[in-house]
């Protein structure tokens, strides 16, 4: 697979090192990135894509690079990437350093590495629906709410739990039992003129295609209802996960509960819609 991988605005060999042993990133975890896709190889979403970035930056006290400047090396590495369409990932770092408690200062020389690589995503609506279970701990808002933080090692034991378990992918729940989101994507529900997500204070991640899904919904008339969704709900059908690298994949399946097909389709007409515009370059709000 070809990747093309820049660290500060330079290509970078993905086979040999490129952060400081003392990076602060690799230490403590103490960094954010962003996960992007192309439509016909141009970036979709790109301005909430890097308006969460610096939020995130902000947050951890971490310098934002010029998001003018990310811009242009994102489509530079878009365009190294000989594929229909591209994955692209934004990390920057704290930089060399000491991490946490003995470098509580702010960062002052962060680190931006840039890699692309071909996408490969099956077209909606095909795939296997996802057979999910629910994982055994508990999403509670903390600290990093709303920060897309590369501190993923809880979602890495999510994801090895949820494999070894023979799933697709883990479900979060509060601490009353609803569900809130997958380990990397936004779970929602669409029912008859409806569309349910976890509302934000609940610790969900404000999900770059969630936001979208949420804006054609009330441009369709679609009513949009963020509250926690209950198991009996997903049971019925219409629930589906939605991630920036494909904004529908329907639930199949949860712990040992098959889930029928939707009586109704309408996460999968927004979708639909969703990559019908983002083909012709349509930029959400």
């Known amino acids: 697979m070809q990747v093309f991988l820049s660290v500060n605005g330079r290509q970078a060999d ?26 016909s190889r141009r970036p979709f979403a790109l301005g ?7 939020a995130s930056l902000q947050r951890l006290a971490i310098p934002c690079p010029d998001l003018a400047l990310l811009g242009r090396e994102i489509g530079a590495a878009i365009a190294a990437v000989e594929a229909s369409e591209v994955r692209v990932r934004v990390t920057v770092t704290a930089g060399p350093g000491l991490p946490a408690p003995a470098g509580l200062g702010a960062a002052t020389d962060p680190v931006r590495i840039i890699d692309a690589r071909p996408l ?8 296997t629906p996802v057979r999910a279970i629910t994982l055994p701990w508990r999403l509670i808002p903390g600290p990093l709410r709303g920060v897309k933080s590369t501190s993923l090692a809880a979602t890495a034991v999510a994801r090895r739990h ?12 509060d601490l009353d039992g609803r569900y809130l989101e997958a380990c990397a994507a936004s779970l929602l529900l669409g029912e008859a003129g409806s569309l ?11 999900g770059v295609t969630r936001a979208a899904l949420l804006q054609l919904a009330t441009e369709h008339g679609v009513a ?18 939605a991630a920036s690298s494909q904004p529908w994949r329907p639930l199949g399946r949860l712990d ?11 996460g999968l ?17």
């Open 14 to 39: 993905p086979a040999a090192p490129s952060l400081a042993p003392t990076d602060r990133g690799a230490l403590a975890g103490e960094g954010a990135y962003e996960a992007l896709r192309t439509y």
């Open 256 to 266: 040992a509960d098959p889930i029928p097909p939707p009586a109704e389709a309408t």
């Open 48 to 54: 909430r894509h890097l308006a969460r970035l610096e």
């Open 120 to 127: 490969q995503v099956e077209p909606t609506p095909g795939g």
């Open 269 to 285: 007409r927004l979708a639909l819609e969703l990559e019908r515009r983002a083909h012709a370059g349509w930029d959400p709000e």
């Open 224 to 241: 949009v209802d963020e509250r926690p969704l209950a198991r009996a709900e997903l049971l019925r059908g219409g629930g589906f996960l």
């Open 196 to 206: 349910c997500t976890a509302p934000l204070d609940t610790g969900v991640l404000d």
């Open 162 to 173: 949820a494999a070894t378990s023979g799933a697709d992918d883990g479900l979060w729940t």
